[in-house]
């Protein structure tokens, strides 16, 4: 099965509300990453997190490695947010990730 | 300005036909990546590459070939494209590939679609 599972797989929020995207997986882990894919493409980073709660901006990012999950907390949504988060797992220190497929988020006005 | 760039952005091949789908970096990252993304199935790693002539198979390697002389330029060819090979290609690059963190950087994508 897949060792990276992300939930929900698509989210609405009104403009001003919380999101919590997760994912599990079923492997060891070296590190998790975060990426926010552009609607029309382009990744960008948000976090390398191995282990526990990293914050940048509105967005907080909390790995715990023995319950085999990280998660990402989006506070005061705004429409620019809007597009799809993708994890990661880093399974060994050798840089090749294995992704999961993406939360779409939809912030509306 | 630090950067990824593929070309072409968009490609529509015919089955059978040969593709090259070519990517470059300004970083001088030595170790550089191909992916392909399909429908709820995130990325998957196609090939890795550590750096000139040191490509290494990723997850789903089957149906592709890449080329590396240049420490800048990646190239990913598909010889007799097959109508799976459908996606969306993304290349990144990285500036480590050992022990340390090395935060991947991603270029625009290509979208092929093959007929």
């Known amino acids: 099965g897949q060792q990276v599972q992300q939930s929900p797989a698509s989210l609405v929020l009104q403009e001003g509300e919380n999101a919590e995207l997760q994912c599990n997986f079923s492997?060891?882990?070296?590190?998790m990453q975060w990426f926010y894919q552009r609607p029309g493409g382009s990744l960008v980073s948000l976090f390398y997190?191995?282990?526990g709660t990293k914050h940048s901006g509105r967005l907080t990012s909390t790995t715990v490695i023995k319950e085999r999950r990280s998660s990402l907390h989006i506070s005061s949504s705004q429409t620019t947010d809007s597009g799809t988060y993708l994890c990661?797992?880093?399974?060994?220190?050798?840089?090749?990730?294995?992704f999961g497929g993406g939360t779409r988020l939809t912030v509306r006005p | 300005d630090m950067k990824v760039t593929q070309m072409p952005r968009y490609l529509i091949k015919r089955m059978g036909e040969n593709v090259l789908l070519e990517c470059g970096q300004d970083?001088?990252?030595?170790?550089m990546y191909w992916y392909r993304q399909d429908p709820g199935l995130g990325l998957q790693l196609i090939y890795i590459s550590y750096d000139v002539d040191s490509n290494s198979e990723g997850d789903i390697p089957k149906g592709y070939r890449v080329s590396r002389k240049k420490r800048e330029h990646f190239s990913l060819i598909l010889d007799s494209a097959k109508t799976n090979q459908t996606s969306v290609y993304f290349c990144?690059?990285?500036?480590?590939?050992?022990?340390?963190?090395?935060?991947?950087?991603f270029g625009p994508g290509t979208r092929l679609t093959v007929l």
């Open positions: 990661a797992l880093e399974r060994n220190a050798g840089a090749k990730l294995t």
């Open positions: 492997t060891s882990l070296n590190s």
């Open positions: 997190n191995p282990s």
């Open positions: 990144a690059s990285s500036s480590d590939w050992g022990f340390n963190y090395a935060e991947q950087f």
């Open positions: 970083m001088s990252h030595e170790t």
